[in-house]
């Protein structure tokens, strides 16, 4: 049998704070998901601002990049060079979803929804930089 590592709730709330940090820094209101490998929801950040869309929105983002093991820029990028991905199910190909890595296996991701793309990444890439 193989053991491997996993999030706790603990590493949920480090990812939390700092991807909020991240987003007050720069004013942005943002829900923040953090999801296991199997693109199951553990933790569920809304700030004070952000849409009840944003919440579905990240969590779709997350559950992307667990399940694929991809961050969904790669998806976006991918989609546009060959549309016929978008037929891929339950792919949601818009960047702000990272994949969170560790002892070169994925343990999960973070989903965000509130800003533009490439700033919803930006507050998941420092979310996940408070586990290293």
Do not use: F, Y
């Not at 960047?95 to 930006?122: N, R, Y």
Request: one cysteine or more; aromatic letters at 2%; charged letters at 25%.
């Amino acid at each position: 049998m193989k053991n491997r590592p996993m999030l706790t709730l603990e590493d949920c709330r480090k990812i939390s704070a700092a991807a909020e940090a991240e987003a007050r820094k720069n004013n942005w209101n943002v829900c923040i998901a953090i999801l296991d490998d199997g693109g199951h929801l553990l933790h569920l950040a809304r700030m004070d601002g952000a849409s009840p869309a944003n919440a579905r929105i990240a969590i779709a983002k997350g559950r992307t990049a667990a399940e694929t093991r991809r961050s969904t820029a790669v998806w976006q990028e991918r989609i546009a060079k060959r549309p016929e991905l978008l037929n891929m199910p339950q792919v949601t190909p818009v960047q702000g979803g990272l994949p969170i890595m560790a002892e070169g296996v994925c343990v999960g991701a973070v989903g965000i929804s509130g800003v533009q793309s490439h700033e919803d990444e930006q507050v998941a890439a420092a979310g996940i930089a408070a586990l290293k």
